[in-house]
């Protein structure tokens, strides 16, 4: 059975689907010059310097051929309904992340240490290691959902076993019937969270949005702090801010006798430590610090991944409710040239900690802050910092690819939890782009506005867009993209230590939390 511009019927396991327009035919000019440009108004780069070492570096074989880079990534593999045909997104978010890469590989080269990240081993290699496949409108790990409500739709994402507990509560007050319950918690760390709550659960909650408005929902959502965001396309927010601090100036030269700048991260999970990774990969000295009463809990996790993020990494772990740990806390963070926090500013606020200020009173020193929504800014401009995960983040950046019926059209998730992923290379970026100038910087990466700024659809003269594409095959014998007069099959994601040419460098283990601390107290001295 074929079919062409539409998406087959649920019963369907083989097509010929062609690509769904105008969404994957965006037109698509430089992603380097884009990006630049976005670097440029945020005073972290000489736009001629920097984008022409950047150029050198190799784009990869379907620069010209959007769809077919997605079938080659991994990530067409995860994109679109379960034994439908796979989809990819109208936007070339492939080559966006790819022109980050290539500046970043150009940038740390300026510092003496160019190494070039391999774009779809960052972004699949989680779903690699784990097995994941594409699951339509729930995410990959199967914790997050797309619901539609009266209005629009909205990514609810029960991730953790506090969200998996406030969901009668979030029925309750969406104006349905509690009860609907969920399973007992999994015993296996390792689970997918989604697959704690029951199907019941899902319906209920379903039903329930489908009354109301998008944004009435998400509120009521944060209220019982359940991550959620409204699928918001069309906006374009600059990835990276570099927020105004008084005071802030560039420094000398960064480093010591001990090697490259000094790297304390204080973030978890995935975004911030990737940036910490692809920081180490580049001559940087990386410290990860945890509580010592609630170490990271992607610890938890696939042990796998954990170990390829912090490997070559020292781990500090500190009591961070008494007053001596904090002590030794803010002693880091002022020795630090390059300090990475994933927390809500009021978190940082009862630790004693002040970004500004630390960015003010030292000169050349780089704060990143990595959020769901900004440090600032909130949901909608409302001051709010409600929390946020790569799979709702995507969504409120209306990173998504888009499933047709006829006139019809339904969003699917993109990838494994894309967000996370994105904002941790951008976050890199953005850290050796201010180092090289001298750092003095406090940035603001948000995942929801990296995700914006990777899926929004550009603009370019006519004879500028990528050809149309089509997708043939099955889940039993394969599928295959066409596109520009060249094919590519779709390929799994890979694991993260490999790269596209099949070279596998397994990871060593992670230290186990707290292993340094000594050691990096001793070697700081008394103050």
Sequence with gaps: MSSRGSTPAPDDTRATVAAPAPLADAPSPDPLDELGAVLTAQGLLETSRGLVAARAVPAGPFDDAPALAWAQSGLM???GQPRRAPLAPGAPVLGRAVAAARLFASLAGQMGHAVVPDVPSLLGGRAALMGLRRAGRTSANGSCRLLRTADDWIAVNLARPADVEAIDALVGVLGQDVGAGTSPACPDPRAQPGAQVTDQAWQVLDAAVRRLPAGEVADMAHLLAIPASVLRTGRRPSPVRRVAVPGARPGGPVGSGHGG???????????????????GQVGMRVIKVESARRPDGARQGDPDFYDWLHEDQRSVALDFESESGRARLHRLVDEADVVIESSRPRALEQLGLDAARAVAVQPGKVWLSITGYGRGDGVAGRGAQPVSFGDDAAVGGGLVAWERSGAAASPVFCGDAIADPLTGLFAALAVVASL????????DVPLRDVSAWVADSPSAPRGHRPPPWQVTGSDEDGWMVAQAGRSQRVLPPRAPWVDGAGHEVRPRRAPSSGAHTQAVLEELGPR
């Design 77 to 79: 593999w995860l994109t």
């Design 261 to 279: 700048p000094l790297v304390v991260d204080l973030s978890a999970m995935w975004a911030g430590p990737l940036c910490a990774r692809l920081l």
């Design 436 to 443: 090289a100038r001298g750092g003095g910087s406090l940035l």
